[in-house]
């Protein structure tokens, strides 16, 4: 299958060249796009001075934009399946290939889970992913073990549902509304390692925030949700 990485990128020039290069010398085997979100820093510069695959958007877009232009990217060169990796070290390349056999065994979407044989540690930060969890399966019957994980991939059909409609964010409540309109998901056991430099813009507080949000939207707002039925693409199960 013809996979492309999508790598989201937002100030991150202390992490990218390492992320890239990793991937241009271990598998070169797989496309990437690095989707520069914006940044006011050196990424957009590094990259384009290292020859990097590299689209570069003008302000911006947050996780969700810069994901989407990737996916819209994706379509149009008629790649059947695109893992989103993060530009922070934190995804290991390494489990690319797991989850691509799961993927090509039926599977719309493959997350790359870390508490598939493992148990999620009792600490705070993992309070609003058990509670994702817990929402997830109550609103549709299925249990995802890892929702906050950001390594996933996508099948062909996924690919054109981000690409051709609005309001698709690579978070939870979406993963949730896409089980409710019959999107088949699997998990594969993964390990992820720190953030190679920098800090995540995500501190207590803005995390709090980001877990409600999103236990929200899986209760309440996508109840309300509406696809345009000219692009409903994926088959019922």
Request: hydrophobic share 40%.
């Amino acid at each position: 299958m013809k996979l492309l990485m999508v790598i989201p990128a937002y100030n991150e020039e202390d992490s990218i060249v390492q992320v890239v290069e990793n991937i241009i010398e271990k598998y070169p085997e797989y496309d990437y796009i690095v989707v520069n979100d914006g940044s006011t820093d050196h990424t957009s510069r590094r990259c384009h001075k290292r020859g990097f695959e590299i689209l570069d958007l003008p302000v911006n877009l947050g996780l969700a934009g810069a994901f989407q232009a990737g996916l819209k990217y994706a379509y149009k060169n008629n790649y059947d399946c695109v893992l989103q990796f993060d530009a922070d070290g934190q995804h290991k390349p390494e489990y690319i290939k797991a989850m691509l056999e799961k993927l090509e065994s039926g599977y719309d979407i493959v997350i790359g889970s870390r508490f598939v044989e493992k148990k999620k540690p009792k600490d705070l930060r993992m309070i609003g992913a058990r509670m994702l969890t817990l929402v997830i399966l109550i609103t549709t019957g299925k249990r995802i073990a890892d929702p906050t994980s950001g390594m996933r991939m996508f099948n062909k059909a996924m690919i054109k549902e981000f690409a051709v409609n609005m309001n698709y964010g690579p978070e939870p409540d979406t993963i949730s509304y896409l089980l409710k309109q019959g999107a088949s998901i699997a998990e594969v056991q993964v390990e992820m390692d720190e953030r190679m430099a920098g800090s995540s813009y995500l501190n207590i507080s803005r995390s709090a925030m980001y877990m409600f949000r999103m236990l929200i939207s899986i209760l309440l707002i996508q109840s309300f949700r509406k696809r345009d039925e000219k692009h409903v693409i994926m088959k019922r199960r």
